[in-house]
């Protein structure tokens, strides 16, 4: 998800909206400085991250503090900082009206579907609730993540499939890609303006 909101961000932002008018520096200034805490967004974007590299490297040159504008969004520039990451396969099940028993037997059943075999992607395309938000390699920051994710991802090795059934919070199926890692990150603030 984070990949594709990102991808949008970065598309959006090398646009410029012609239409309207375009902010200036002090305005947007103005507009961070008095923004309440919904109004502005802070905006992860990875170092060598498949989408963002460019968008991740014309932020990175930019000093902490300062705003850039695109149409009818600033950003504004927070700065680089050293984050661990954990990349994974995911997609979300649709777990209406299924008991705990009928869950974990579908996830057995996809788990098993896997190791016989069948790409990742084709399983997104059968099984996922959102076939477009189901991803082969999801970013997340491990500051940032959920304590019952990180807890499941510390009990499964790298290039493990597994079921993760969180009543009220999630019904996925996660493949550990990877170890964790360090990486160079940006952070931005994004506000909108009409």
Not at 140 to 159: P, R, T, W
Request: proline content about 4%; aromatic content about 10%.
């Amino acid at each position: 998800m984070k990949i594709i909101a990102s991808l949008f961000l970065y598309l959006y932002c090398i646009t410029i909206n012609a239409q309207g008018k375009i902010l200036t520096p002090e305005e947007a200034k103005k507009i961070f400085d008095n923004a309440k805490l919904n109004e502005v967004m802070t905006l992860t974007f990875f170092e060598n991250e498949e989408g963002n590299k460019e968008f991740y490297a014309f932020c990175a040159s930019k000093s902490p503090g300062e705003i850039i504008i695109t149409g009818n969004d600033a950003f504004k520039i927070k700065g680089i900082k050293e984050v661990e990451i954990q990349s994974c396969g995911m997609f979300q099940l649709n777990d209406s009206n299924l008991s705990p028993e009928k869950i974990e037997a579908l996830h057995k059943t996809i788990i098993k579907k896997y190791k016989s075999g069948v790409p990742f992607t084709k399983l997104i395309e059968e099984y996922a609730a959102d076939k477009s938000s189901g991803q082969e390699n999801f970013i997340f920051e491990i500051s940032g993540m959920n304590e019952h994710y990180k807890h499941a991802f510390n009990l499964h090795v790298n290039d493990e499939i597994f079921g993760l059934y969180i009543p009220d919070v999630t019904n996925a199926i996660v493949l550990k890609n990877s170890p964790p890692e360090k990486i160079k990150a940006v952070i931005v603030e994004q506000a909108v303006f009409k």
